[in-house]
């Protein structure tokens, strides 16, 4: 039996490509004044829970691997919003940490989330209920 053939637009795949590009042209009107990129600003978020981390970790809380994650690093590093160190206890590892510059815009970078929000006319428990089910499709239980 032959299937039945859809159009692109009712594919799950194209639906998730238009919703991740749509937000990343949310985000770049609140990150241009920042001077980051949307990638960059992923970085950011990750380092205001919790820096120093590791490339490698870094990468894997990202789901970046090291040829992503590294140029990334390196340009905020030039821009003066990280430090990139090499580990004392392994001098294999790299840490990366926020300068003051780069802390300078943690309320910034935060409220970017807000507007997000905002503009994507999503409750608490919308939004929340969205990124439950998309983690679980990102990262399913099997793995």
Not at 8 to 29: C, D, E, I, W
Not at 40 to 54: D, F, K, R
Not at 82 to 108: H, S
Not at 115 to 138: N, P, V
């Amino acid at each position: 039996m032959a299937s039945k053939r859809q159009s692109v637009g009712t594919q799950l795949s194209f639906a998730l490509y238009g919703a991740a590009n749509r937000m990343v042209r949310l985000h770049k009107p609140f990150l241009e004044p920042l001077g980051l990129t949307f990638p960059q600003y992923l970085v950011i978020l990750e380092l205001l829970n919790g820096a120093p981390l590791s490339v490698g970790a870094l990468g894997a809380r990202l789901d970046m691997d090291t040829g992503t994650i590294t140029p990334l690093v390196k340009r905020l590093d030039a821009a003066g919003l990280v430090t990139r160190t090499r580990d004392p206890a392994d001098e294999r590892r790299v840490m990366v940490d926020l300068t003051p510059r780069g802390r300078a815009l943690e309320a910034e970078v935060w409220g970017v989330s807000d507007k997000i929000k905002s503009a994507c006319q999503l409750t608490t428990q919308g939004l929340d209920e969205l990124r439950r089910t998309l983690d679980a499709l990102a990262h399913p239980a099997d793995e």
